[in-house]
């Protein structure tokens, strides 16, 4: 049984520990946010490329993260529920996007979709814009973060009682009913967890963007513009304004996410988003 002191001991490491790596999370954020100032990031709200950015970045995450869902969520799935010959290998595939270097992505995936080629020229003649365009930006965006889709959709699944699912079919549901009124509902938090996460990771993304979608210009779905991703934007205001001009920028961008972040938090805890069951913390 622990004395008071070890208690009190024990209790004062976790403390600094956790609120060292919380430091290292703030305190960087802060300084760029002092830097910046508040006039610097109203001039950045009010930067009209900027915006159009910001609009595009969250536009084309969107649908990144659509699609990952998509195709992230029944993988997972699979994972979860299924042995089969390999399993261990496309589990490693699934991981294997977040271990590469994202400038590597970028390149991987010129190669693959470059205009001489088999995948590329499909893509032409489905009218879909990859180099310097809005189906550039998606294909990174899903590769570097559809991983995390799949992975916390596999651990939401796996935490689904097969019991209940059974029960469920023994009521007379099919297996189609049963992942639709019970395995889906009751993943369904893990499954937004990994949305969000891909979410962030795309936004944040910018060395495949650099190779592969690097000046958007407007066709494939995006009608604004000529633009940019916000991160490879905030990139050239830094290589151009120096770390004055980047720095309100980058605020801002960080204020959006935020935004974003804490709003979820709310559905959550407000059980204003069913999926997400609210409840406390």
């Avoid at 080629?117 to 003649?125: D, K």
């Avoid at 993943?187 to 979410?199: D, F």
């Amino acid at each position: 049984m622990e004395t008071g002191a070890r208690t009190l001991a024990r209790r004062a490491l976790v403390g600094l520990l956790s609120a060292s790596l919380l430091g290292l999370f703030v305190l960087p954020l802060v300084a760029l946010f002092v830097y910046a100032g508040a006039g610097g990031i109203v001039t950045a709200a009010r930067n009209v490329g900027f915006r159009v950015a910001i609009e595009f970045t969250l536009y084309s995450s969107a649908i990144a993260v659509g699609l990952g869902v998509l195709t992230g969520v029944p993988l997972g799935y699979v994972l979860a529920r299924y042995r089969f010959p390999g399993r261990s290998v496309v589990s490693s595939i699934v991981l294997l996007p977040v271990a590469i270097p994202h400038l590597v992505v970028g390149l991987a995936l010129l190669i693959l979709f470059a205009p001489t080629g088999p995948v590329g020229r499909l893509a032409a003649a489905l009218g879909i814009p990859i180099f310097d365009g809005l189906g550039g930006v998606v294909l990174v965006m899903l590769y570097v973060g559809g991983s995390y889709v799949v992975f916390t959709s596999e651990l939401a699944f796996r935490s689904v009682s097969e019991g209940v699912v059974e029960a469920a079919r023994s009521l007379g549901a099919s297996p189609t009913e049963a992942f639709v009124t019970v395995s889906l509902p009751a993943a369904a938090r893990g499954i937004v967890t990994g949305a969000l996460l891909m979410w962030a990771r795309g936004v944040s993304e910018v060395g495949g963007f650099l190779i592969l979608a690097y000046a958007i210009t407007p066709g494939g779905g995006w009608t604004g513009p000529p633009t940019s991703t916000a991160s490879v934007y905030i990139d050239n205001l830094y290589g151009i304004e120096g770390l004055a001009g980047a720095a309100s920028a980058a605020a801002l961008l960080v204020l959006v996410a935020l935004a974003i972040f804490l709003g979820v938090r709310w559905l959550d805890r407000s059980g204003s988003f069913p999926l997400l069951g609210g409840g406390p913390p």
